[in-house]
C-alpha cells in the first residue's frame, strides 16, 4: 500500500511498489495487491482494516513516516488497529542518534529533539521500531494475527534499504524456496489475435506459467514481444516449467507461419 497525495495526482510515478513487487516477487513470494491511498487517515484506515481481513502473509505499506503535518501513515496505523499513538523510547533513541550524528559532520555540538522530530518516534502502542540505515525516520512493524505488517518511509533510497536489511530475510524464509523465472520469446510475422489462442492453449497445458503479449509493432508489421514468467518449488522446477511452456509456444507460432527469436532464461531471484 502506497501512501501520498502525490501518487495519486500523478505528480510523481509510484516506483517504490514496482520495485517492491519485482524484489518480492524475485524472493519467491506471491504479490497478491498493489493499492495507493492518498493522505487521508479516515479513508486509508478503513483499506488497512478491510486488507487485515483478507489476512496476508505480509503488507507493507510506504510513505507517510516524515516530520511534516502530511506524514499521516502512523496515526492511520494507529486508527485502523484502535490503538494510542505514543512516543517510543526505542524509535525516539534512533531519531537522536541519527541527529546527533548529522550533527556532529557539522560541528554541532547540541541537538534539539523538536516537535517535528519526535513525531517521527511516535508510533502505535505494540508496535516496534525498525532500523533505518540511511535516512532519520524509522520504519515500523507490528505482528498480527497471522499477518506482518511493515510501515516503510517513502523515499525509495531508505525504503530500499529498510527492505534489504529487514524485510528481505523473512520473505525469502516465508518462501520455503521458491524461485521465480521468466523468458522472453520475441515474434514476427503473426498478428496478436492469431496468437492469442495459441497463448490460451500453452497457459492451459503448463500450469503455473503465466503467458503475457506485449505488442511493439504496427498493425501492418507485428513484432510481439512474449513474456513467460513461472514460479516454482525451486530453481530447477520454475526453469524447467518455463522450458516446457516456451517449447510448446514456439512451436505453435512457427506453425501458424510466424517467427520465433527467443532469449535465454534470465534469474530474477538473487542467489
Known amino acids: 500500500m502506497s501512501v501520498g497525495n502525490e501518487l495519486l495526482i500523478g505528480k510523481i510515478a509510484n516506483t517504490n511498489a514496482q520495485w517492491l513487487a519485482k524484489r518480492a516477487t524475485a524472493l519467491g513470494i506471491t504479490v497478491k ?13 478503513r483499506a488497512i482494516r478491510e486488507t487485515l481481513k483478507r489476512k496476508p502473509q505480509f503488507f507493507l505499506t510506504t510513505g507517510g513516516l516524515g516530520p511534516t503535518f502530511d506524514d ?21 533513541r534512533m531519531v537522536r542518534m541519527k541527529y546527533q ?3 556532529s559532520k557539522t560541528g554541532i555540538s547540541h541537538v534539539d529533539l523538536t516537535k517535528a522530530r519526535v513525531k ?7 508496535t516496534m521500531p525498525v532500523n533505518n540505515p540511511v535516512g532519520t525516520a524509522p520504519a515500523v512493524r507490528v505482528d498480527l ?20 536489511e529487514t524485510v528481505a530475510p523473512l520473505l525469502e524464509e516465508a518462501s520455503g524456496g521458491a524461485a ?12 496478436e489475435s492469431v496468437l492469442a ?3 490460451d492453449v500453452t497457459m492451459l497445458d503448463n500450469s503455473g506459467v503465466y503467458v503475457k503479449s506485449h505488442p511493439k509493432g504496427k498493425e501492418n508489421l507485428p513484432h510481439i514481444e512474449i513474456h513467460l514468467s513461472a514460479m516454482g518449488a525451486n530453481a530447477e522446477d520454475a526453469k524447467e516449467k518455463l522450458r516446457r511452456a516456451a517449447a510448446q509456444l514456439s512451436g505453435l507460432i512457427l506453425r501458424n507461419k510466424g517467427k520465433v527469436y527467443p532469449k535465454e532464461h534470465r534469474l530474477v531471484q538473487s542467489n
Open 33 to 45: 495487491r498493489v493499492t495507493v491511498m492518498p493522505d487521508n487517515v479516515v479513508e486509508t484506515a
Open 120 to 126: 517521527m518516534a511516535t508510533i502505535p502502542e505494540g
Open 180 to 191: 521465480f523465472y521468466e523468458k522472453s520469446l520475441f515474434v514476427d510475422n503473426i498478428m
Open 197 to 199: 489462442p495459441l497463448i
Open 145 to 164: 494475527e497471522g499477518t506482518i505488517l511493515f510501515a516503510l518511509p517513502g523515499v525509495p533510497r531508505e525504503m530500499e534499504a529498510i527492505f534489504e
Open 72 to 92: 499521516k501513515t502512523l496515526e492511520t496505523i494507529a486508527k485502523a488497529l484502535n490503538r494510542k499513538l505514543d512516543v517510543n523510547q526505542e524509535a525516539l
Open 101 to 103: 550524528m548529522y550533527a
